[in-house]
């Protein structure tokens, strides 16, 4: 008799098992109305729904932040923006890049303002016409 009820409430249970469907949405944690589901969506709209960390680690008694592993980096960090689904990609290589692009527009401004400076001087000055000799 408990062998039989065993098997009936098995059996129950894989049918109710085949009827679940597994769902891992928000909404079901946080109130949609609410100012977290908001952040939350937001964060996913941005950043993509399921981040992903990869991680580099050197081998022992070496450095992972040399010139030549940054450009590693970088080309990796390259590679996986490229990949399906993929929205933003953060590290070392993006760091320098962003620090490169930073560099150079302000060297640029300067150089620029630099420019100007020297052409408004030049602008204020007689102008003095040679006479070549022939």
């Not at 679940?20 to 977290?36: E, F, H």
């Not at 390259?78 to 302000?106: C, D, E, M």
């Amino acid at each position: 008799m408990l062998l039989l009820l065993a098997l009936l409430l098995s059996a129950g249970s894989a049918v109710g098992l085949t009827r679940l469907r597994p769902d891992a949405r928000v909404d079901l944690l946080v109130d949609p109305n609410g100012a977290a589901f908001k952040d939350q969506a937001l964060f996913a709209d941005t950043f993509g729904a399921d981040p992903v960390v990869v991680m580099a680690k050197p081998a022992s008694g070496s450095s992972l932040i040399t010139p030549d592993h940054i450009v590693g980096l970088s080309h990796l960090e390259g590679k996986l923006h490229q990949a399906a689904g993929v929205k933003k990609v953060y590290g070392p290589g993006t760091l320098v890049n962003t620090l490169a692009i930073s560099t150079t527009t302000i060297l640029l401004d300067a150089c620029a303002q630099e420019g100007k400076a020297a052409e408004a001087s030049a602008r204020q000055r007689p102008f003095h016409s040679w006479a070549c000799p022939r």
